[in-house]
C-alpha cells in the first residue's frame, strides 16, 4: 500500500490531470462528466483517509448515545444480533451473492490494497452460512470493484481493476456458474466503480474508464446477437459511479437517485434501446451517497424506495401511475451512509450497517415496512461494518452481515447475523414439494405443512440477490396467484426476471417457512 503522503500526493495529481484536460486551449469549462469525475477522485481520496472502526461494544453504545439515538422496539420484532463466526484476515467483501447451493460467492479481488495488485494477489471466495465457514480461491485477475450481475441462474462480474491511483477501469467479464469460472470475451470498454442489471439482456451503465475518464457510454450484452455479444451506445449516458437503478416493465430501468459520492445522480427512467430518459420529479436529496434502493415488500415491484446515503430522510414512488413522482417517506434517526438493505420474510426491509457524515460507525438498525411506510428501531448490532460491507438473507430469513473497510489496510472480520422474530419458532410452515423450475403465467402445485388450524395465506418469491458496494440490485419479492389447488406469477418478465428465487409459504397467523431455491425460467 502506498504510504498516506504518496496517496494523497497520487489522488491530488489525478485530479489537477483532469481539470488540466478540461481545459482546451479555448479555456472551455469542464464538462458534466469531467466534473462528476473530479468529484468522484475527491470522493474516493476522502475515503482512503476514512475513520478507523472500533469493535468495542461499549464505545459503540457510547456513540449511540451521544447521538440520542432511539431505543430497540419492544417484543419479538426488535430481532436478535449474533456474531457467530469471522471472515479469515484480510479478506475484503466488495460483492456477493447466493447460489444455487444457497453458499454466498464473494469477490474480494485486490481487496482496496495496491500492494496486494502490485503483487497479483487477487482473491474470491464462497462463505457458507451453515457451516459458518470461508474458502478462500485465488483469481488471475483483479476483480475488486467490477460490478456483480445475476444473470438468469449464473453469475456475472463485470469490470475490475486496470490500476491503482488513480484507478482505471478492467474490462473483465467473467461468469461464476456450478462453482467453476469462466473468462468470457472482454466488454469493449474497461470499467470500474459499474453498475449493471439484468432483465434478459446485461446493461452496464458508469464507472471509471480504461484512461481514468467516466464512461459515458451504455453497453448492453445480449445473448441473441451473433458474434461479439456486446455493444456499446451511439448516444452519451453520463451519471456518478455505481449509480441505483431498478428493472420495469417494457425492459426501461428506473435510476433512483442514489449512487456512489455526492455528485448529483439522475433520477428517472432510461429505456437501454434508445437513450431516452424521463425524469421524475420529488426527491428532496439526489446526492445520496450510497444509500438504500429497493422495491418496497408486497408491491409486486411496482413501488421503489430510497433511504438514506448521507441523509437522514426516505422517499416512495409508485412507478405506474400517470405523472410519477417521489413521495416523503420515514426518517431515520440519524444520516447514514453505506446504508445495507435486505429484505426479511415478512415483507419488510432491514436497514443496517455503515456510517455516519462524520465516519463514526453506526450500529442502529432498522425494519422498514411499507404497508404501514414506518422504520422501527431494532436491536443494535455490536461491530462496526462501513465502506465495503455485503448483507443477504439466507433460506431461514435469517439476515448476514460481512466486511467493513473503513480506510485502506482496516478490515472487519466479524461477521454478523440478525434473526427476525420468526427464525427459531416450532410452527413454521413447512414446503412439501414444490418444482425445481417454474414459469412465468404457468400453474404449478406446492405441498405445504401447516399446524393445526392454519390455512396457507400466500406464496412469495424472493428473487435471489446480487450485492455490490451495499446495493442488492436483484432484491425483489413477488407475490405467486393461486387457482384453485394452483399457483402462478404474473408478474411481468422484464420485474421478476428469470433467474433463482426464494419461495416462501405463508400461513393464515403471517408465519413464513424456511425457504426453497426455485428457478423462474
Not at 459458518?132 to 456483480?148: A, E, N, Q
Not at 432498522?366 to 428501531?377: F, M
Request: aromatic share 10%.
Amino acid at each position: 500500500m502506498a504510504p498516506r503522503p504518496m496517496l494523497v500526493a497520487m489522488v491530488a495529481s489525478a485530479v489537477m490531470a483532469v481539470t488540466a484536460s478540461a481545459l482546451s486551449a479555448q479555456s472551455r469549462p469542464p464538462t458534466e462528466a469531467e466534473t462528476i469525475l473530479q468529484q468522484t477522485l475527491r470522493d474516493i481520496d476522502a475515503k482512503a483517509q476514512g475513520v478507523k472502526p472500533t469493535t468495542n461494544r461499549q464505545m459503540a453504545q457510547r456513540l449511540q448515545a451521544a447521538a440520542e439515538l432511539p431505543p430497540p422496539i419492544a417484543g419479538a420484532l426488535a430481532g436478535k444480533w449474533s456474531a457467530p463466526c469471522s471472515l479469515p484476515d484480510g479478506v475484503n467483501p466488495i460483492a456477493g451473492a447466493v447460489m444455487r447451493d444457497a453458499k454466498l460467492w464473494v469477490m474480494s479481488g485486490s481487496g482496496n490494497s495496491a500492494g496486494n495488485f502490485n503483487a497479483g494477489l487477487f482473491e474470491h471466495g464462497v462463505f457458507d452460512p451453515v457451516a459458518c465457514s470461508y474458502t478462500r480461491i485465488p483469481l488471475t485477475k483483479d476483480l475488486f470493484c467490477s460490478v456483480l450481475v445475476r444473470e438468469n441462474t449464473s453469475l456475472r462480474s463485470l469490470g475490475g481493476t486496470l490500476a491503482y491511483d488513480p484507478f482505471k477501469g478492467a474490462p473483465y467479464d467473467i461468469r461464476w456458474l456450478g462453482g467453476q469460472l469462466t473468462a468470457l470475451p472482454n466488454m469493449p470498454i474497461g470499467l470500474w466503480y459499474p453498475s449493471g442489471f439484468y432483465n434478459g439482456k446485461i446493461t452496464v451503465v458508469s464507472g471509471i474508464n480504461q484512461n481514468g475518464s467516466l464512461n459515458t457510454k451504455v453497453l448492453t450484452w445480449d445473448p441473441s446477437r451473433t458474434g461479439s455479444k456486446w455493444s456499446v451506445s451511439s448516444y452519451n449516458f453520463t451519471t456518478p459511479t455505481y449509480p441505483h437503478a431498478l428493472p420495469t416493465a417494457g425492459g426501461r430501468l428506473f435510476f433512483t437517485g442514489v449512487g456512489f459520492g455526492t455528485s448529483l445522480n439522475k433520477v428517472g427512467f432510461l429505456s437501454p434501446a434508445s437513450g431516452a430518459f424521463q425524469n421524475v420529479p420529488g426527491l428532496s436529496n439526489a446526492r445520496r451517497d450510497q444509500g438504500a434502493s429497493f422495491f418496497a415488500g408486497g408491491s409486486q415491484g411496482r413501488r421503489a424506495v430510497v433511504v438514506g446515503g448521507a441523509t437522514t430522510s426516505s422517499a416512495y414512488v409508485d412507478l405506474y401511475v400517470a405523472g410519477p413522482s417521489y413521495k416523503a417517506g420515514p426518517s431515520l434517526p440519524l444520516p447514514i451512509r453505506y446504508l445495507n438493505h435486505s429484505p426479511t420474510f415478512d415483507q419488510r426491509e432491514l436497514l443496517f450497517g455503515g456510517e455516519d457524515t462524520s465516519g463514526n460507525p453506526v450500529t442502529w438498525a432498522g425494519l422498514y415496512r411499507p404497508i404501514t411506510n414506518v422504520i422501527s428501531t431494532v436491536n443494535y448490532s455490536s461491530f462496526a461494518h462501513q465502506y465495503h460491507t455485503i448483507g443477504f438473507t439466507d433460506l431461514k430469513g435469517s439476515v448476514w452481515m460481512l466486511g467493513g473497510n473503513p480506510q485502506r489496510g482496516v478490515v472487519q472480520s466479524v461477521i454478523e447475523r440478525f434473526d427476525p422474530w420468526y427464525v427459531g419458532r416450532s410452527d413454521r410452515p413447512v414446503i412439501t414439494s414444490i418444482p425445481s423450475s417454474i414459469k412465468h403465467n404457468t400453474p404449478f402445485s406446492v405441498g405445504v405443512q401447516l399446524v393445526s388450524g392454519r390455512t396457507v395465506k400466500a406464496l412469495r418469491l424472493y428473487r435471489m440477490g446480487a450485492v455490490t458496494h451495499q446495493f442488492n440490485s436483484a432484491q425483489g419479492d413477488f407475490e405467486a396467484v393461486r387457482s384453485g389447488a394452483q399457483w402462478s406469477l404474473t408478474v411481468s418478465a422484464n420485474v421478476a426476471v428469470k433467474g433463482l428465487y426464494y419461495a416462501v409459504a405463508v400461513d393464515s397467523s403471517g408465519v413464513p417457512s424456511v425457504a426453497k431455491i426455485v428457478q423462474l425460467g
